[in-house]
């Protein structure tokens, strides 16, 4: 898969990214949109999460508006991370 074809997959929809591909926030989010578009479903929905984490309070929201995968996605991927960390 192309870097095109990864892009034309899901453009963010965050504030900081409509009309300004070329500020840094909007490259870091093109950068998870291609890494997601890479990886199996249960991959891409950890990797989501871990994002989420990151991103601290309101982390599901933004990771969810930048990458197209539902809040509920990335919530099941941070269970699934907290269930790989306790075991």
């Not at 989010?29 to 997601?36: G, Q, R, T």
């Amino acid at each position: 898969m192309t870097v095109e074809q990864i892009q034309k997959l899901f453009l963010c929809q965050c504030t900081r990214c409509i009309g300004r591909a070329d500020n840094a926030t909007a490259q870091l989010h093109s950068h998870m949109i291609e890494m997601a578009a890479l990886m199996n479903e249960k991959h891409r929905r950890q990797f989501a999460a871990l994002m989420s984490l990151q991103f601290g309070h309101g982390g599901i929201t933004q990771v969810a508006e930048i990458t197209g995968l539902s809040r509920n996605t990335i919530a099941r991927g941070r269970r699934d991370l907290t269930a790989v960390a306790s075991s």
